[in-house]
């Protein structure tokens, strides 16, 4: 198939992703041609919402000011897209919007099944229109297999009562209707057809897993996914993805009771909603309730109205996580967690002697912490009169809250002095400058930052990547903030100070809670942007153009994204995600 | 569809040595005179290759064509002077962000594969080498890099001022250990392989040599990762240096050894090593009026110049006598296929190869020639070479030595593996390994039938990991 033919193939189906409403009256729902063995379903079933909000006044608006689209706009490849846009238009006689609108407006419905089959039904609300469009696009395909020597590649047959067609003799579609059914290889196309033959053979819906799934994904949704994890678990890089995330502390920390639920579960459902600006995104699996007596029992909160405190706000905030990790719980249950990780446990264990005074770590060091875990990321602010790094990086910040802090608050400071101290030395061996411990407050709250002195140095707008770091250590109230920065130290000061007057309610029965900030995610990458074009050049072997457009479209879609929201916790008896993207189109 | 040669090569001629030059190769007039090609000795795809294995990492097709209808000399002109601008190319490559020495060894491949003056980038990295600094000692990238960056300044100015800068340079005493010398205790560890491997060569000093040049560096520190001079711990006696008395400092050191006829000679026979021939050394003789003539000046770039322009260069002394190192054998696949990679995992794949770019072994550099091939990296120079070429995989489909033989002309199977054998290797292959490699490349096409660009690769793959191809 020739580039063109495949950008309008592409176009039609990008097209078709988008609407549904009442199918032609006298076919059944498109997912009743979908083989009870489909591993992957994607239904789209008000394409109409999508296409308002991705196509509308505003997000046109917002695409055609970027620079990297004005930039495209004027490249031939462009030019000839338009042309086509153009022609199609003309052709249909209908603005591409409305046009769109009405080749999908009854809906979009996808499959992935065994053997690499890939199916996908589209309902059009306009069936004259759905005709002509299958003509240009034969004339099109007819056209390019002549001037390829190949005029036989377009072909037709008839199947019962229905023309199956193809462009290039592997795909293989079919008008049926108001329908337009495509199959990327004829046996796809053809269990379509045997299942619209015999209506009341088994299809997708009577697949209990499928059903349970459209429950749990709502009936309002504006489309539904479905996926099988039966089957895509058995996949090798998902069952090692499966299989890494729980060898490795960090990563099961982080991730207890999200990798356990899809592990024990047999579907997925995903519901997408829309409004204006706004994507919401529900994702349920129906894998068990993790018991108390579990190893990762320490991620679920048990008790009733028990979950994680809301995220923290900063100024310049890029990201922050919350956490409900019970951190003593999971250290104890390290040999049954990590079995094969022994020697590498007792040697950190040994380390935190050290800095603990001999503490015992389990029972001693993080029994003192509540299960409320918090990590703030912000864009860093450099005072001038101290010296601005070449690369910035941002700045990040630990919380955690503590049982006893009038006992633990001096344990913490010595084995924080510890590990600077442990840290000059170290560099002191290699002759390099230590960092120098200071005590100053922020309000009322005494707070310690080690630093790395910038006097000496003549040019103080290129400094070392270290000097992003000034490590600081502060407890207000109950709190143990370990930041990164005394600059986001003393902004956390304040927030949990506020925090605290105000008494905020947990978000019961979630245990984790991610937020995204697209402005500042936006504006740390260009503050970093040519690095970033640097990196990409040698990563990728990229020429500097390419670098500079890949990393300025990364950046232009974090300016199109206000915020994310991520959370995750167990309702109902079944563990449940929510995604809210909010797009920022101004 | 299988790949097949439509004809024999032309004849190797740079093999062979015809009786009436096999006499004047030892005559160092001879040897040393610029080359005119004649009938005896005539201007080949082979010859321009080898010009562009030792003066560049490989030449592309259109280079290989311009060089030979321009020339022995006039290419010469343009590998040593290029008329492109220089200037503004290494002014984008100077002001990288410096991150680790990770991140500067990609920085320095990308820049070799694409500077329109490789003949400075090689030498860049024979400095390198010849001023070995293992970066995982000095822990400062930034040194590091201020230290490349002022070897490619130097790489064909004057080696006494490059050596002189080396002396100062805060990167070489942190690697040496040799960041703090005083008057009560001098440090011999810039001293000894200054004498020993950056000027005289071993056997051109004495111990004691050793120790009162020492002395006359003391006083220098690097405290903080900055050059620094402490009068006070400068020992200001008399010093007695390689025959000379006086109260030397650091500086009259550098001058003494230039002085030497030794330094001239040690380093005019290692640049032979580079440029000419690793495989035998050159008769004292032979290099006598280039080590004198190079001790007037230390005049490097009138020395690469001399060596590259002889006679010796392009006769079969010369000719495949180097064992490519790890980064000529994947440049030398890179630059002919007009593509640019991932350089930083091609930095990693050549630090398994040996070749660990700012991180040479030992302070004497890497020893090269047959210590780049044993039974472990002919097997991961195979397996580098397929990762290059098979169109997926960390290095992607930048190189496409299909694409590569249709922009030049050579689109049918017969014509594809004489062009991808002239490209690689100039033709010069041995008629049964020429004959043997249809064979190995021996592929079915895509369903269509006229799909070669998979056989196309395989081929390529047979041609670059046979052994001439390690050869420069």
New interface residues.
């Given amino acids: 198939m020739s580039k063109r033919l495949g950008l309008i193939v592409a176009l039609t189906l990008v097209v078709f992703a988008a609407q549904n409403t009442m199918a032609a009256q006298s076919l059944p729902p498109a997912n009743q041609w979908i083989p009870q063995n489909a591993v992957i379903s994607l239904e789209l079933t008000r394409p109409k919402a999508l296409l308002e909000l991705l196509s509308g006044e505003k997000a046109t608006a917002a695409i055609t000011a970027l620079p990297l689209y004005q930039k495209q706009a004027s490249t031939p490849k462009f030019k000839e897209f338009l042309n086509l846009i153009n022609f199609m238009e003309i052709t249909l006689g209908t603005d591409w919007r409305t046009g769109l609108a009405k080749l999908t407006g009854g809906g979009i419905t996808f499959a992935v099944c065994p053997e690499d089959t890939v199916l996908m039904i589209i309902d059009a609300e306009d069936e004259d229109m759905l005709q002509k469009f299958h003509e240009i696009l034969l004339n099109m395909a007819r056209s390019e297999a002549e001037k390829q020597e190949q005029p036989n590649r377009v072909e037709s047959t008839q199947y019962e009562d229905v023309t199956a067609w193809t462009f290039n003799g592997k795909e293989a579609h079919a008008i049926i209707g108001k329908r337009l059914v495509f199959a990327n290889r004829p046996e796809g196309l053809k269990a379509v057809l045997q299942l619209r033959a015999r209506a009341a053979s088994e299809n997708l819906t009577s697949k209990a897993a499928y059903q349970a799934a459209r429950r749990a994904a709502g009936p309002d949704s504006v489309a539904t996914v479905f996926a099988d994890l039966l089957i895509l678990k058995n996949i090798p890089d998902i069952a090692a993805l499966l299989e890494q995330s729980s060898g490795n502390p960090l990563a099961a920390l982080t991730l207890a009771g999200i990798v356990e639920a899809v592990r024990d579960s047999s579907w997925l459902a995903l519901g997408l909603d829309c409004g204006e600006s706004k994507l919401i995104f529900r994702a349920s699996v129906d894998g068990k309730t993790t018991a108390s007596t579990s190893p990762v029992a320490f991620a679920i909160p048990n008790k009733s109205g028990e979950g994680i405190l809301p995220n923290l706000s900063v100024p310049r905030r890029i990201a922050a996580l919350s956490l409900y990790r019970d951190l003593h719980s999971f250290y104890a249950a390290k040999d049954d967690l990590f079995p094969e990780r022994t020697s590498g446990l007792i040697f950190f264990e040994n380390m935190m002697g050290i800095f603990f005074s001999g503490r015992d770590l389990t029972n001693e060091v993080l029994i003192e912490t509540k299960p409320e875990i918090r990590l703030v990321v912000a864009e860093q602010e450099y005072d001038p009169a101290i010296g601005t790094p070449q690369v910035k990086f941002p700045a990040f910040a630990l919380i955690f809250r503590l049982r006893h802090p009038e006992q633990f608050n001096e344990v913490a400071e010595e084995a924080w002095q510890k590990a600077v101290g442990l840290i000059n030395f170290t560099r002191g061996q290699q002759a390099m400058p230590g960092l120098i411990i200071d005590r100053p407050f922020q309000g009322k709250t005494k707070y310690t930052v080690a630093y790395f002195s910038t006097s000496g140095i003549e040019d103080k707008t290129n400094l070392d990547p270290r000097f992003n770091v000034r490590p600081a250590l502060a407890m207000p109230g109950e709190y143990l903030v370990l930041s990164s920065t005394d600059g986001l130290a003393q902004d956390l000061i304040d927030a949990l100070h506020q925090e605290t007057e105000q008494t905020p309610k947990p978000l019961a029965g979630t245990h984790s809670l991610v937020e995204l900030e697209g402005g500042r995610l936006s504006s740390i990458l260009e503050a970093n942007r040519k690095t970033l074009i640097q990196g990409n050049m040698v990563d990728k072997g990229s020429t500097q153009e390419q670098a500079e457009a890949n990393i300025d479209l990364f950046i232009s879609l974090a300016k199109f994204l206000d915020r994310a929201k991520l959370s995750v916790g167990v309702q109902e008896g079944l563990t449940r995600a929510q995604l809210e993207i909010k797009l920022n189109l101004q | 569809m299988v790949l097949q040669i439509d004809k024999p090569p032309a004849h190797d001629q740079s093999k062979q040595i015809h009786p009436a030059v096999t006499e004047k190769l030892t005559d160092p007039a001879w040897a040393w005179a610029a080359y005119q090609p004649d009938a005896q000795r005539p201007w080949t795809l082979a010859q321009a290759g080898h010009l562009y294995q030792r003066a560049a990492f490989g030449a592309n097709w259109d280079q290989l064509q311009q060089a030979l209808s321009d020339g022995p000399q006039r290419t010469l002109d343009k590998l040593l002077r290029p008329q492109a601008d220089i200037a503004a190319f290494n002014r984008t490559y100077d002001e ?4 680790s020495a990770d ?1 500067l060894r ?2 320095w ?2 820049r070799m594969i694409l500077t329109p003056h490789p003949l400075l980038e090689k030498m860049t990295l024979f400095w390198h080498s010849h001023f070995a600094t293992n970066s995982a000692n000095v ?1 400062n990238a ?1 040194l590091m890099q201020q230290q490349v960056q002022f070897l490619r300044s130097h790489a064909l100015n004057s080696y006494r001022a490059m050596l002189k800068g080396i002396s100062r340079d805060p990167a070489m005493l ?1 690697w040496l250990g040799a ?1 703090a010398n005083r008057k009560a205790r001098p440090n011999e560890n810039f001293a000894r392989p200054l004498m020993e491997t950056f000027t005289l060569g071993p056997g051109n000093f004495t111990e004691k040599d050793v120790q009162e040049a020492a002395r006359s560096f003391t006083g220098w520190f ?4 900055q050059l620094r001079y402490i009068p006070r711990e400068h020992d200001g006696n008399l010093k007695q240096i390689l025959g000379q008395k006086g109260n030397f400092t650091g500086d009259d050191v550098i001058r003494i050894v230039l002085e030497q006829r030794a330094t001239a000679q040690t380093l005019v026979h290692k640049l032979y090593r580079w440029l000419i021939c690793e495989t035998e050394g050159p008769d004292a003789e032979l290099i006598a009026p280039l080590a004198k003539s190079f001790a007037k000046d230390y005049d490097i770039l009138k020395l690469a110049e001399k060596m590259l322009r002889s006679n010796l260069f392009f006769s079969p002394v010369a000719y495949h006598r180097r064992i490519k190192s790890p980064v000529e054998f994947a440049l030398g696949i890179v630059k002919p296929l007009e ?7 091609l930095a990693q794949d050549l630090a398994d190869l040996g070749q660990n770019l700012y991180y040479p072994p030992t302070v004497k550099g890497w020893t090269g020639g047959r210590h780049w091939i044993n039974s472990a990296t002919m097997v991961r120079r195979h397996n580098l070479a397929l990762a290059l070429l098979k169109g997926s995989g960390p ?2 489909d ?1 190189l496409n030595p299909w694409t590569v033989a249709k922009k030049h002309g050579c689109s049918t199977p017969e014509s594809t593996p004489r062009f991808l054998i002239d490209l690689f290797l100039q033709g010069d292959i041995e008629p049964d390994v020429r004959d043997a490699l249809p064979k190995i490349a021996k592929a079915s096409a895509g369903a269509d039938g006229g799909d070669l660009a998979e056989p196309v690769r395989r081929f390529a793959h047979a041609i670059v990991t046979l052994p001439e191809f390690q050869l420069a």
């Fill in positions: 990288y962000d410096t991150g991140s990609a920085w491949l990308r822990k930034r942190i960041e690097v405290l903080r990762s593509g640019v990679i991932s350089t930083t995992q290095y992607g930048k």
